[in-house]
């Protein structure tokens, strides 16, 4: 059974940065494609960020220049780093590892944006 646990999130102001990362339970990235998520109430959960086991990136438009996925084998750890960050970045942001076989998610890191 994996387990993710999400980290780093809190309150910035706009324009401001955030560093998130996801700590895994193994060595998971070999066998996995890795995304970061967030979702707002009310709203359905969408794709911020992805980072597959080759390592391509693929990113939401609305984060394309400001956020940056990567992910460390040897700490097992999956980070995002978020830069400019505006309101509208404001949600609960999860990890996710993804592979044919299955799909397991963290619990979530909320992140607020406003002054």
């Known amino acids: 059974q994996v387990q993710l646990v999400e980290s780093g999130g809190g309150l910035v102001q706009p324009g401001g940065s955030l560093r998130l990362s996801c700590a895994a339970s193994?060595?998971?990235?070999?066998?996995?494609?890795m995304g970061w998520y967030r979702q707002t109430p009310g709203k359905e959960r969408e794709l911020v960020a992805r980072?597959?086991?080759?390592?391509?990136?693929n990113y939401a438009d609305s984060v394309k220049g400001r956020f940056t996925i990567s992910k460390d084998y040897a700490k097992n750890t999956l980070y995002l780093q978020m830069n400019s960050l505006k309101p509208e970045d404001t949600a609960v942001y999860y990890c996710?590892?993804?592979?044919?076989?299955?799909?397991?998610w963290g619990r979530g890191t909320q992140v607020t944006v406003s002054s």
């Open positions: 980072i597959t086991r080759l390592g391509i990136t």
């Open positions: 996710n590892a993804h592979s044919i076989r299955s799909d397991y």
């Open positions: 193994g060595s998971i990235f070999y066998s996995n494609d």
